[in-house]
């Protein structure tokens, strides 16, 4: 029987009768000597000798960590203070610590699962990008195509967006210096919050820090353990986790699947029901039936919150977005200001009520210092020139680089993807994704790989984010370089 490194064998479901005849009949699946190995009573003699430094295990009587030292139990290295890591009733298949073995310190807590991370191809670093980020953009020094930007109008490098935040830091100072609720509540707050009111068509607007400070604060804000949240399966991780803080009983339905959610909705026993989906899917760029969702949420009670962090600034009348463009108006819409409005933050639009609650429950909004005036000043301008006829300008470029490059993708790769701003191309495994992400940008276009947790395990992709500022020979350049770099890769999956 072949074993993987990383595999975790729950105490009581051993995979065989007798765990030390199993691991001393194990296939070590591709490990050499010296590289951290499971083992399991008796059969730890055979392996220790060529093991780095020792096993951490957390059941049954071996409870403890097994080094060349011997054998000491969890209880005794807490009581010295020392980290460990343990599972209740777990068989923790692969932690070294390498602390506990003084002069063999080749493994902190942390490494191995950094290597499992690096052997899963889900390891993750930081980009260094610097100068303004528009059509191009320089990463770790080298200027490339910029298909990673979710500045969909390019307004973040906008001069008037500069020259407004610029401006505000000089006249109001760097920092907002506390929350909201104490000194941080400068009156460029309420000149931003009414605009959005009045673009939105809505009462009141709340400002965030972020679109992840939005969602997990209006979802623990507006329900709690007596209410039910149905949710789209590919909803945002802000989303998922403003779902968690609530301890609401959530239901996640299929992507888009408005019988599974009709199904969902009859559920009864709660306080309150909400429907909880992006507008645009972020890694997807697909969209929402908001019309047929709002429908089914008038039918059965349920609110709905729609959250338009991808659709904000580029779809719909004066860029409201998608609820507007389908004419529907949920209880609660958010969107982002770090995507098209090319600032950082997030709006919640809905009625006055809705705002002051959230204002006295939202933690995310409450514990927080409050954005900087800058970012203030600077969505605000943005905002404007989103709302005016420059901003139905940019939108119409973008429409027709949209147009391009479906059209581009069809013609050389065979396939369009979804009629938007965001494009996928599904590769599926994480490695070969980041793999042709990396050949991509050798050949300058910077087209980032998405992988799970991003998106669903197996479904590791490329997401082109197309902005306004593209021109046509960028959008071929990209796709050649790509359908180049597909050619030369053997055996990718296509989409
Ligand atoms: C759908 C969606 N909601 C919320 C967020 C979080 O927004 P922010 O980046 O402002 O925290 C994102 C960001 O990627 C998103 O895609």
Redesign the pocket.
């Known amino acids: 029987m072949a074993v993987r490194r990383g595999d975790d064998f729950g105490a009581w479901h051993f995979p065989c009768s007798d765990p030390i005849d199993f691991f001393s009949r194990a296939e070590l699946d591709g490990y050499a000597c010296g590289k951290p190995w499971v083992t399991w009573g008796r059969s730890t003699e055979a392996l220790v000798t060529t093991a780095p430094s020792c096993y951490i295990f957390s059941c049954g009587y071996l409870n403890g960590v097994l080094s060349r030292n011997g054998h000491r139990p969890f209880t005794e290295l807490r009581r010295q203070g020392r980290e460990v890591e343990s599972a209740r009733g777990q068989f923790v298949a692969r932690a070294e610590v390498g602390r506990i073995t003084p002069g063999r310190s080749e493994g902190s807590p942390w490494q191995l699962e950094l290597e499992e991370l690096r052997g899963r191809g889900l390891y993750r670093e930081m980009p260094s990008i610097s100068g303004l980020p528009g059509r191009l953009i320089a990463v770790e020094g080298r200027q490339v195509l910029n298909f990673s930007s979710n500045n969909y109008l390019g307004l973040a490098g906008h001069p008037a967006v500069i020259e407004t935040g610029a401006e505000y830091i000089r006249r109001y100072g760097a920092g907002s210096t506390a929350s909201r609720l104490i000194a941080g509540n400068h009156e460029a707050y309420r000149a931003l919050e009414s605009f959005i009111a009045d673009w939105k068509g809505t009462e009141a607007a709340l400002v965030f820090g972020?679109?992840?400070h939005a969602?997990l604060g209006i979802l623990s804000s507006l329900t709690d353990d007596r209410d039910l949240i149905i949710s789209d399966e590919l909803n945002?991780a802000?989303?998922i986790d403003g779902c968690r803080l609530s301890r609401s009983s959530v239901k996640v339905y299929p992507h888009l699947d408005l019988n599974h959610l009709e199904k969902l909705l009859r559920l009864n026993g709660f306080r309150r029901k909400v429907v909880v989906t992006?507008s645009v899917f972020?890694m997807e760029g697909d969209r929402a039936p908001l019309k047929e969702i709002s429908a089914l949420c008038e039918s059965w009670g349920a609110f709905l919150m729609v959250?338009e962090?991808?659709a904000t600034g580029v779809i719909g009348p004066r860029g409201q977005g998608l609820a507007a463009e389908m004419d529907i108006c949920p209880d609660i819409q958010m969107g982002?200001l770090?995507k098209a409005v090319g600032v950082?933050?997030?709006y919640v639009a809905g009625t006055r009520q809705l705002i002051d609650l959230l204002i006295n429950r939202a933690r995310s909004l409450v514990f927080t210092t409050a954005a900087p005036p800058g970012t203030i000043g600077s969505a605000m301008a943005a905002l404007r020139i989103i709302a005016s006829d420059e901003g139905d300008a940019l939108r119409a470029n973008l429409r027709a680089n949209t147009n391009t490059f479906r059209r581009l993708m069809q013609s050389c790769l065979g396939h369009s993807g979804p009629a938007g701003h965001i494009v996928p191309f599904r590769i599926g495994d994480s490695d070969a994704t980041m793999r042709i992400s990396r050949q991509c940008f050798t050949r300058g276009v910077f087209v980032h790989g998405i992988r799970y947790p991003s998106v669903p395990e197996g479904a590791a992709r490329l997401r082109f984010a197309l902005t306004s500022l593209h021109t046509s020979e960028d959008l071929q350049v990209a796709v050649s370089i790509l359908a180049d770099v597909l050619r030369d890769e053997s055996g990718p999956q296509k989409p």
């Open positions: 972020s679109g992840y969602n945002h802000s989303i992006e972020s959250d962090a991808h982002t770090g950082a933050g997030a």
